[in-house]
């Protein structure tokens, strides 16, 4: 890190039920293949937009544009469904659980993507595909086992994740793995179900 930047990316953050099912799919799944590095429960997340290195004197003007965005969504949950990979069947090199597209989510990103843009950031232009890192493969040579066992429990269910904070997040990249810290918080209101 820079001095007076920090790495900064904006998500939201799993429920207990969802966060120990992933824990469960990741020891099992730990088993197939050894050069994978899997991702710590903890610090499996939805990433909505990633920044990068940001001054750390923004962190308040970011931190309030997305207070803007979640006092116009409500909170919500989306399912979390499925596992696979991006890479090739037998070079696969990253490991990934699904989340169906989900119109209050896509909204949602949309909207922080257009907040940040606001700002003068500019998020990925590639479209949003939510998906939760489950883990990197780091040796993908002849990874096959691996993509066999994904594709048997494609269909897993790890339960619904609520939807009701979106977190600017600090990432710290350290030889044990990152660490992520919360630097803002806004709170989507709870919708009434009259």
Not at 47 to 70: N, Y
Not at 93 to 104: K, L, S, T, Y
Not at 162 to 169: D, I, S
Request: hydrophobic residues 45%.
């Amino acid at each position: 890190m820079a001095d007076g930047f920090v790495r900064v990316f904006v998500a939201v953050v799993l429920g207990d039920t969802v966060r120990a099912a992933l824990a469960e799919a990741i020891r099992l799944l730990r088993k197939t293949h050894p050069r994978v590095k899997w991702v710590a429960p903890e610090n499996i997340h939805l990433t909505l937009a990633f920044l990068g290195e940001v001054p750390v004197e923004r962190v308040e003007e970011i931190g309030s544009a997305l207070e803007g965005v979640a006092a116009v969504s409500g909170a919500f949950s989306c399912a979390v469904k499925g596992v696979g990979w991006f890479g090739s069947p037998r070079s696969p090199r990253v490991v990934w659980a699904g989340i169906p597209e989900d119109p209050a989510l896509m909204r949602l990103q949309a909207d922080v993507a257009g907040a940040l843009r606001q700002l003068g950031f500019t998020p990925e232009d590639r479209p949003f595909h939510p998906h939760l890192t489950m883990g990197r493969v780091k040796f993908s040579q002849d990874a096959i086992g691996l993509t066999e066992i994904l594709r048997e429990k494609r269909d897993t269910d790890f339960g619904a994740m609520p939807v009701e904070r979106v977190l600017v997040m600090r990432s710290e990249l350290r030889p044990q793995g990152p660490v992520y810290s919360v630097l803002r918080e806004a709170v989507l209101p709870a919708v009434s179900r009259g």
